[in-house]
């Protein structure tokens, strides 16, 4: 029937709809089952309209052989009272009736072959309508999961990783300020180390300065006051002394 045809259209196109609108495929799952139970109860009721066109086609096939045998009936029993006359029109009405059940019966059997078919129909329908129900959790589960495992792909291939992608960045930045401090930490070491080296030969200078200081005042002994340099002292080095007075000039 055109219900029925029209009720298959629009399971598949439920389907196809939800496939083409697969970014919120939970929503659409539900949306869909809702709309199956609409298609379901208005192909219900069409059947239920069937059944009843059935019925009253039932009723008045009853009632015309029911008639037909009444008049049958008085046609007897105006035989019998010798009134052909009421017989003659008693069996008018039986043909009445008779003409009227000959037409209704296959009306009435086409009518129950068209309700009983629907009814198999519907209970198709129906039973489709309760494994939708109960695929819809488990399919809506699936979803979820591949809405996860989306998700995480596209981490690891790259896409929608904008955060790893800054920590990284941020990561980087502080190795190399940490470069950075290292590399001016050794600068400033050697600066200080030099800086240390010249305050060594300014506290030399100054006992050296001391020393010729006590010579001059006789406050040395004559060991100390000796003013002939070491032998292995460096010829340049002892050159240096002489011009800054630290030793006597040579003879």
Same mark, same amino acid.
């Given at each position: 029937m055109g219900i029925f045809s029209r009720m298959s259209d629009i399971f598949k196109a439920n389907v196809n709809d939800t496939l083409d609108k697969a970014e919120d495929p #939970?929503?659409? $799952? =539900?949306?869909?089952v809702i709309e199956m139970e609409e298609s379901v109860n =208005? +192909? &219900?009721l069409a059947v239920g309209n069937a059944i009843a066109n059935e019925k &009253? *086609?039932?009723?008045? $096939? $009853?009632?015309?052989r029911e008639e037909t045998n009444n008049w049958h009936?008085?046609?007897?029993q105006a035989v019998n009272a010798g009134r052909d006359d009421l017989a003659k029109a008693? $069996? #008018?009405k039986k043909a009445l009736y008779e003409r009227n059940t000959k037409d209704l019966e296959p009306t009435y059997q086409q009518a129950k072959d068209t309700s009983t078919k629907m009814r198999a129909q519907l209970d198709t329908l129906k039973s489709k309508l309760d494994e939708a129900r109960t695929r819809q959790n488990t399919l809506i589960a699936r979803s979820q999961a591949a809405k996860a495992q989306k998700q995480i792909a596209? +981490?690891? @291939?790259?896409?929608g990783s904008d955060a790893f992608s800054k920590f990284d960045k941020f990561e980087s930045k502080v190795e190399q300020l940490e470069s950075q401090a290292d590399a001016f930490g050794q600068l400033a070491g050697d600066n200080t180390a030099l800086e240390d080296q010249f305050k060594q030969l300014d506290r030399? /200078? &100054?006992? @050296? #300065? *001391? *020393?010729?200081l006590k010579a001059s005042? /006789? =406050?040395?002994?004559a060991a100390s006051a000796s003013s002939e340099p070491s032998p292995a002292e460096d010829p340049e080095v002892m050159e240096l002394k002489r011009q800054m007075g630290q030793l006597p000039p040579k003879s």
């Open positions: #939970e929503k659409m $799952l =539900k949306q869909m =208005k +192909a &219900t &009253t *086609l039932e009723r008045k $096939l $009853l009632k015309a009936q008085k046609a007897m008693a $069996l #008018e596209q +981490a690891f @291939s790259g896409v030399a /200078g &100054t006992d @050296s #300065e *001391l *020393l010729a005042m /006789g =406050k040395l002994p």
